[in-house]
């Protein structure tokens, strides 16, 4: 048996997050969030730059990232103690929740500003090569888009990220989460299944054959210095990260995929993200790609009964990356 990614269903992402969206502005005193009119009329949600932001703000915005259709919520667990919050993410429909929302995949630039946009408006641009392959692309809504940064998008972006959406800028609503910030650090660390979806990806597993998956990584302490919180969230994943997905297909491959998946496939594996990035010169592109995937990962061959597992949780380093 086999399933189909291609055909998008509806209600779309942006008939599921907004409600989300909206329950995020109305909470937004609780949140700790500034809610301000941006460029161009466009409602800027600011989750960590100016707002102090919260950790539930992270949570509620890392479900928006899924496009309303994955589940994220905290645990509490001593496997990392002391640092005891793990982030635990869900979705019966990986692939859509989070390849064609999740993913940080628009590359948005102008001037001095550059940010990766991921989230439900992504579906409605569809400009990135991967929705040609997914079959996916949307229609109506209003966009909105989650913006890894500490600065404000310019004019230049809210007009090219209007007219990709082929809606009015007043419309677009953009959450910005800055790295080093609690809501920030929690929407990064939540796409703890998004990682393992992309290097799935990159192996070339067929992503029809990817039915379920739910996994988990602990909620580093935010840092004020944005290589060290950028080295925090990565390594929360890497060597903190555990993925459990469910496939179709043979069993031979769910094997294949569970040996290559973790982290430590790659030639970069064993140091904190921190170092390996300041060993490349600050340069992602040196880094190996295949290193950004979880610490371990155990993939269900549904159609025969049969899981297998890969990979190890590093818990000395993920507290050396912590600071405890």
Same mark, same amino acid.
């Given at each position: 048996?086999?399933?189909?990614?291609?055909?998008?269903?509806?209600?779309?992402?942006?008939?599921?997050? =907004?409600?989300?969206?909206?329950? !995020?502005?109305?909470?937004?005193?609780?949140?700790?969030?500034?809610?301000?009119?941006?460029?161009?009329?466009?409602?800027?949600?600011?989750?960590?730059? %100016?707002?102090?932001?919260?950790?539930?703000?992270?949570?509620?915005?890392?479900?928006? +990232?899924?496009?309303?259709?994955?589940?994220?919520?905290?645990?509490? /667990?001593?496997?990392?103690?002391?640092?005891?919050?793990?982030?635990?993410?869900?979705?019966?429909?990986?692939?859509?929740?989070?390849?064609?929302?999740?993913?940080?995949?628009?590359?948005?630039?102008?001037? *001095?500003?550059?940010?990766?946009? /991921?989230?439900? =408006?992504?579906?409605?641009?569809?400009?990135?090569?991967?929705?040609?392959?997914?079959?996916? /692309?949307?229609?109506?809504?209003?966009?909105? !888009?989650?913006? %890894?940064?500490?600065?404000?998008?310019? %004019?230049?972006?809210?007009? %090219?990220?209007?007219? =990709?959406?082929? @809606?009015?800028?007043?419309?677009?609503?953009?959450?910005?989460?800055?790295?080093? /910030?609690?809501?920030?650090?929690?929407?990064?660390?939540?796409?703890?299944?998004?990682?393992?979806?992309?290097?799935?990806?990159?192996?070339?597993?067929?992503?029809?054959?990817?039915?379920?998956?739910?996994?988990?990584?602990?909620?580093?302490?935010?840092?004020?210095?944005?290589?060290?919180?950028?080295?925090?969230?990565?390594? =929360? +994943?890497?060597?903190? *990260?555990?993925?459990?997905?469910?496939?179709?297909?043979?069993?031979?491959?769910?094997?294949?995929?569970?040996?290559?998946?973790?982290? +430590?496939?790659?030639?970069?594996?064993?140091?904190?993200?921190?170092?390996?990035?300041?060993? +490349?010169?600050?340069?992602?592109?040196?880094?190996?790609? !295949?290193?950004?995937?979880?610490?371990?990962?155990?993939?269900?061959?549904?159609?025969?009964?049969?899981?297998?597992?890969?990979? @190890?949780?590093?818990?000395?380093?993920?507290?050396?990356?912590?600071?405890?």
């Amino acid at each position: 048996m086999r399933r189909c990614v291609g055909a998008s269903v509806s209600p779309g992402f942006a008939a599921r997050t =907004a409600p989300l969206v909206a329950a !995020l502005v109305a909470d937004a005193a609780p949140l700790r969030l500034g809610v301000a009119q941006g460029q161009l009329g466009a409602r800027i949600v600011d989750g960590g730059i %100016e707002a102090r932001g919260s950790l539930e703000a992270g949570r509620r915005i890392a479900e928006i +990232c899924m496009g309303g259709i994955g589940q994220v919520r905290f645990q509490a /667990s001593d496997r990392f103690a002391p640092f005891t919050t793990l982030v635990e993410v869900g979705a019966s429909d990986p692939v859509r929740a989070c390849l064609a929302s999740q993913y940080a995949g628009w590359k948005l630039a102008s001037g *001095g500003f550059f940010a990766l946009g /991921s989230g439900p =408006a992504r579906a409605l641009a569809a400009c990135e090569p991967l929705f040609a392959e997914l079959g996916i /692309s949307e229609t109506g809504g209003d966009p909105v !888009l989650v913006l %890894e940064t500490s600065a404000v998008p310019p %004019e230049a972006v809210v007009a %090219e990220i209007a007219a =990709a959406c082929a @809606a009015d800028p007043a419309r677009v609503t953009l959450i910005l989460t800055p790295t080093a /910030s609690l809501a920030g650090t929690v929407q990064i660390v939540a796409r703890i299944l998004e990682v393992a979806l992309h290097k799935a990806h990159a192996l070339g597993f067929p992503l029809s054959d990817i039915w379920d998956g739910r996994g988990s990584a602990p909620v580093p302490p935010p840092i004020p210095d944005f290589i060290a919180a950028m080295g925090r969230t990565n390594d =929360a +994943c890497l060597y903190g *990260g555990e993925v459990q997905l469910y496939v179709g297909g043979p069993a031979a491959a769910a094997r294949d995929l569970a040996e290559a998946l973790p982290s +430590c496939a790659s030639r970069d594996h064993g140091r904190p993200f921190a170092e390996i990035f300041a060993a +490349c010169d600050c340069d992602f592109y040196r880094i190996d790609p !295949l290193l950004f995937s979880p610490a371990r990962v155990t993939v269900t061959a549904i159609e025969h009964g049969a899981s297998f597992s890969a990979g @190890a949780l590093d818990p000395h380093l993920v507290a050396r990356s912590f600071g405890g």
